[in-house]
């Protein structure tokens, strides 16, 4: 079977703000990823390492891998809140 491909996420010079352009990127483990990034505005030319990385889950996997670990984000509302008003609650 083939290797996947991936793109990076858009991501705008800090600088300029022009698009910057994945010129090679490398795995560096199941969760991050270093990316080198330069801007596209030949008056800029900005360059950068970048690491994309995995910080909180807001979604579990249907199909979860046994040697991935993120910690879930923080709940906004407790298990029992469904973000609905409980019109009955007397207390």
């Known amino acids: ?17 022009n698009p910057l352009k994945t010129r090679l ?6 969760l991050s990823r270093e990316i080198t990034m330069q801007c596209e505005n030949p008056e800029c ?3 950068a390492v970048v690491i994309q990385s ?7 996997s249907m199909n979860p891998n046994p040697r ?3 910690p879930l984000s923080p ?3 407790p298990l029992n809140h ?10």
């Open 68 to 70: 991935v670990f993120v």
């Open 45 to 47: 030319l900005y360059c």
């Open 1 to 17: 079977m083939a290797k996947k491909t991936y793109h990076a996420p858009y991501s705008p010079c800090p600088h300029c703000g």
């Open 54 to 60: 995995h910080l909180r889950v807001l979604q579990s």
């Open 75 to 77: 709940r906004k509302y």
């Open 82 to 91: 469904d973000g609905q008003l409980d019109l009955l609650n007397n207390g």
């Open 25 to 30: 990127s490398r795995q560096l483990s199941e």
